[in-house]
């Protein structure tokens, strides 16, 4: 079962703008990371926030975590055409044993030249 | 590049058969993760390896299995196949089974008809 949901599911910019997506999750988590998947092909890793912290950076990207809300954002600054791809965030759960990342559905970003 | 490659890329199988995908991780990656990825959603965990070992499974049924081998390469199999299956199957391996970034594949495309 998906943990994770992504919002928007679509989004479509003009290279230069601003992309922010949203995840949503269900349980306490350790961790949440969000991969990058071009193509229908492998995941990418991109960033990973830990239950203790708020924001992180990367590079273009920021990414924020809401613990109280169970949320949280990507941000991709000066998009390129080149960020064209899915989004996906995923949650590694807390607790002894745990091993699996949840993963959302999704958000496909489209980013027009 | 991840340093994770799977093979076949793609795959075509009747219903009913089995088949057998196959992943190499990065050398020293004592971890290895399956994911099924059906169209438009998100990979979801089959189960997880560690040296040798399966420590981890998520909900699929039985008669999805693996094998990891000492040399980082491991092996999904699937027997009885269903259209159900059709999907994108990716490895994910980690240098230890504590770490938190875990290194995907490109994939196997997997079609049952």
């Known amino acids: 079962s998906q943990q994770g949901e992504e919002d928007p599911q679509a989004l479509s910019i003009q290279e230069g703008e601003n992309a922010t997506m949203n995840c949503s999750y269900k349980?306490?988590?350790?961790?949440l990371q969000w991969y990058r998947q071009n193509s229908g092909r492998g995941l990418v890793h991109l960033i990973l926030?830990?239950?203790?912290?708020r924001e992180k950076h990367s590079g273009r990207l920021r990414v924020t975590l809401d613990t109280s809300k169970k949320s949280s954002s990507l941000l991709i600054t000066a998009s390129r055409a080149a960020d064209t791809a899915s989004y996906f965030c995923?949650?590694?759960?807390?607790?002894?044993?745990?091993?699996?990342?949840?993963f959302g559905k999704g958000t496909k970003l489209s980013v027009i030249p | 590049e991840t340093g994770v490659t799977q093979s076949p890329t793609h795959l075509i199988k009747t219903r009913g058969q089995q088949v057998t995908l196959r992943c190499s991780s990065q050398?020293?990656?004592?971890?290895v993760s399956w994911y099924q990825q059906a169209l438009g959603q998100g990979p979801q965990f089959i189960f997880q390896?560690?040296?040798?070992?399966?420590?981890g499974r998520g909900n699929f049924p039985p008669r999805f299995s693996g094998l990891q081998f000492p040399n980082y390469s491991s092996e999904l199999n699937v027997n009885a196949l269903e259209l159900d299956d059709s999907a994108l199957y990716l490895c994910?391996?980690?240098?230890?089974?504590?770490?938190?970034?875990?290194?995907f594949g490109q994939g196997t495309r997997l079609t049952v008809v």
């Open positions: 994910a391996s980690k240098r230890d089974l504590g770490d938190t970034e875990a290194f």
């Open positions: 349980t306490s988590i350790n961790n």
């Open positions: 926030i830990r239950s203790n912290e």
């Open positions: 995923a949650t590694g759960p807390s607790g002894a044993g745990s091993y699996q990342l949840t």
């Open positions: 050398s020293g990656h004592n971890t």
């Open positions: 390896y560690y040296r040798e070992e399966e420590n």
